[in-house]
């Protein structure tokens, strides 16, 4: 089983570019963000960016997108994290 959820993987895909394409602040965002000590390596995030960019999915093998539904899927991602993160932070208070 893969270390990394769906969630996880969107959340840095997110991350990254929010962050002018920088790796480095995905990994700290993520790692402020999932109050865990350790990220994903730089090569597995290449690779999920890879992944995602080719298929428009955040997840492993799931993928069979055209690069036309790619914007789309994006922001379909993006506000599923959003809401993930509203819904987290309306629990906390």
């Known amino acids: 089983m893969d270390q990394w959820t769906g969630v996880?993987?969107?959340f840095v895909i997110r991350s990254y570019y929010k962050s002018n394409d920088s790796i480095s602040t995905a990994q700290r965002l993520f790692k402020k963000h999932f109050s865990i000590y350790q990220t994903p390596p730089t090569n597995?995030?290449?690779?999920?960016?890879?992944?995602?960019?080719?298929?428009?999915s955040s997840q492993g093998?799931?993928?069979?997108?055209?690069?036309?539904s790619l914007p789309q899927i994006f922001c379909t991602i993006c506000n599923q994290c959003l809401s993930n993160e509203k819904n987290f932070t309306s629990s906390v208070k």
Not at 44 to 56: A, D, N, Y
Not at 61 to 68: D, L, M, P, V, W
């Open 8 to 10: 996880h993987r969107a």
């Open 61 to 68: 093998s799931c993928g069979g997108y055209s690069r036309s």
């Open 44 to 56: 597995v995030i290449k690779s999920w960016l890879r992944h995602f960019e080719s298929t428009g």
